[in-house]
T-cell receptor, first 114, second 118 residues
Framework: AQSVTQPDIHITVSEGASLELRCNYS??????LFWYVQSPGQGLQLLLK??????LVQGIKGFEAEFKRSQSSFNLRKPSVHWSDAAEYFC????????????FGAGTILRVKS | GAGVSQSPRYKVTKRGQDVALRCDPI?????LYWYRQALGQGPEFLTY????????KSGLPNDRFSAERPEGSISTLTIQRTEQRDSAMYRC????????????????FGPGTRLTVL
């Protein structure tokens, strides 16, 4: 069965510093991969997704992620973090026949210090 | 435009009571999904619909849980004889296309219903 591991429960970075959130997945074929962000009291918002093609994916809010098949990873990056990026981030893989049943990792809580 | 809405936002109930959670998807969206999120965890798939047809209910924990979408729009997730272990955030999502076009689709999530069973 598909699974997603986010090794870091909490990460703290300084405002303006770069960010990388790790995600490893378990899936046999080419996966559908997603990053979502959850702010307090809000629903999950899609940051970016990968289905095929270019392994470097650009998303909203200046985020990007790189699919590395050899490492089964899909890490999220941002070159310069803003205080408003403080939130919880979830990596997900699409499961099932159509890849539409999302399997989420446990999430990484990002804190931004000024 | 309006996003996915869910009601109530918070529900506190006593063990043994039935609860009904409502999801109103984005207008025109064909697929509707239910997920459950325990504290400190990511969302976990429960069930989904194409139009009014329930396509997959493999994630429903047991037969106390059921869902319907009778007119292909609003959906209700019902939990009968609630137990304390049912306490969680219940999230609904919708997407524009049916499941076989999932590769081009995005699931839009609602704010969730926080269920607490005492």
């Amino acid at each position: 069965a598909q699974s997603v591991t986010q090794p870091d429960i909490h990460i703290t970075v300084s405002e303006g510093a770069s960010l990388e959130l790790r995600c490893n997945y378990s899936y046999g074929a080419t996966p559908y991969l997603f990053w979502y962000v959850q702010s307090p009291g809000q629903g999950l918002q899609l940051l970016l997704k990968y289905f095929s093609g270019d392994t470097l994916v650009q998303g909203i809010k200046g985020f990007e992620a790189e699919f590395k098949r050899s490492q089964s990873s899909f890490n999220l990056r941002k070159p310069s973090v803003h205080w408003s990026d403080a939130a919880e981030y979830f990596c997900a893989v699409g499961a099932g026949e159509y890849g539409n049943k999302l399997v989420f990792g446990a999430g990484t809580i990002l804190r931004v210090k000024s | 435009g309006a996003g996915v809405s869910q009601s109530p936002r918070y529900k506190v109930t006593k063990r043994g009571q039935d609860v009904a959670l409502r999801c109103d998807p984005i207008s025109g969206h064909v697929s509707l999904y239910w997920y459950r999120q325990a504290l400190g965890q990511g969302p976990e798939f429960l069930t989904y619909f194409n139009y009014e047809a329930q396509q997959d209910k493999s994630g429903l924990p047991n037969d106390r849980f059921s869902a319907e979408r009778p007119e292909g729009s609003i959906s209700t997730l019902t939990i009968q004889r609630t137990e304390q272990r049912d306490s969680a955030m219940y999230r609904c999502a919708s997407s524009l296309n049916p499941d076989y076009l999932a590769s081009t689709d995005t699931q839009y999530f609602g704010p969730g219903t926080r269920l607490t069973v005492l």
